[in-house]
């Protein structure tokens, strides 16, 4: 387990070297760029509930997944106190998002659990905008440790995280639309087809 921290750590330090390297519109267009997908998430959202199925449980899903898993990424941060790698391993010269801007723990990422959770629930609900959603989920992931605020374990810890969550909102919403009576009376268990 320790090795797996330490290449953590590893790869951290490169990426946010690296990061702090590139031209300063890199540096806005990443700050940017790690709020602003959240946002490109929720209209996505909106849009799979207006494409594929305008019944409410396929943009409730999504809509509710993302602010739990946020939720229970930060009771998890609180819990566990793991100091955020700015704080823990600084980069000379600092890292491109200011630590002192941002709360002291990191495990999990709470961006990244919810970019995850929109994602996963997103994809079910959509399967052809899949490939977008993970790409985007990933986006968001990178962007927490290229501006130095994440570990890679923070990162991939949310999306675990944030997967289960999607995931479980999805089963739980449909489970309560397919358990409702329809107009008949019948629940979908006791209708023919």
């Keep these: 387990m320790r090795s797996l921290l330490e290449l953590s750590a590893t790869w951290y330090r490169g990426i946010a070297e690296w990061a702090t390297s590139t031209p300063e519109w890199v540096h806005g267009l990443a700050l940017f760029g790690t709020q602003a997908l959240l946002g490109v998430f929720a209209a996505l959202a909106v849009l799979a509930w207006w ?8 943009l409730i899903a999504p809509l509710v997944a993302a602010p739990v898993s946020w939720f229970l990424s930060e009771l998890i941060k609180d819990q566990v106190q793991q100091l955020r790698p700015c704080r823990a391993l600084p980069i000379p010269g600092g890292t ?5 801007d941002v709360s002291n723990w990191s495990l999990p990422s709470s961006h990244s659990a919810a970019a995850a959770a929109f994602a996963i629930a997103l994809s079910v609900l959509w399967r052809r905008i899949t490939e977008l959603a993970v790409v985007l989920a990933l986006l968001e992931g990178f962007s927490r440790i290229f501006i130095g605020v994440h570990y890679p374990h923070d990162v991939l810890a949310g999306f675990a995280l944030g997967a289960v969550v999607g995931a479980v909102s999805v089963w739980r919403i449909r489970g309560e639309r397919n358990s409702r009576p329809d107009r008949t009376g019948k629940s979908p268990a006791h209708r023919t087809a």
């Excluded at 494409?51 to 396929?58: E, G, K, L, Q, Y």
């Design 96 to 100: 491109i998002e200011n630590c002192a």
């Design 51 to 58: 494409r594929v199925d305008r019944r409410p449980f396929v």
